[in-house]
């Protein structure tokens, strides 16, 4: 059910990835601009050579992405509960 419409909407969620990235690097300027030029090439390669399985690979970046600010807003609330 996921698979059809990841393909279905294969550009937004590249621009998804992107935005994404975008905001939860905000602090880490070259990381940042290293990280949007490989996703950006990941995208672009992926829907001119038309591989559909990239698009799992687009969401499980974002699925990572939010994964890493939800792993900091987790930490920083277990750090609250032991003080």
Same mark, same amino acid.
């Given at each position: ?15 998804? $990835? &992107?935005?994404?990235? @975008?905001?939860?690097? *905000?602090?880490? =300027? ?17 829907? $001119? &050579?038309?591989?559909? @399985?990239?698009?799992? *690979?687009?969401? =499980? ?23």
């Amino acid at each position: 059910m996921l698979y059809p419409i990841l393909v279905e909407y294969y550009v937004w969620w590249c621009i998804a $990835l &992107l935005v994404i990235t @975008w905001f939860t690097r *905000v602090h880490q =300027g070259q990381t940042r601009t290293n990280f949007l030029y490989g996703y950006a090439m990941l995208g672009t390669v992926g829907f $001119l &050579l038309d591989f559909d @399985w990239m698009a799992g *690979v687009i969401f =499980g970046l974002i699925v990572l992405e939010l994964g890493k600010v939800f792993k900091a807003w987790l930490d920083k609330k277990q750090a609250n509960l032991k003080k």
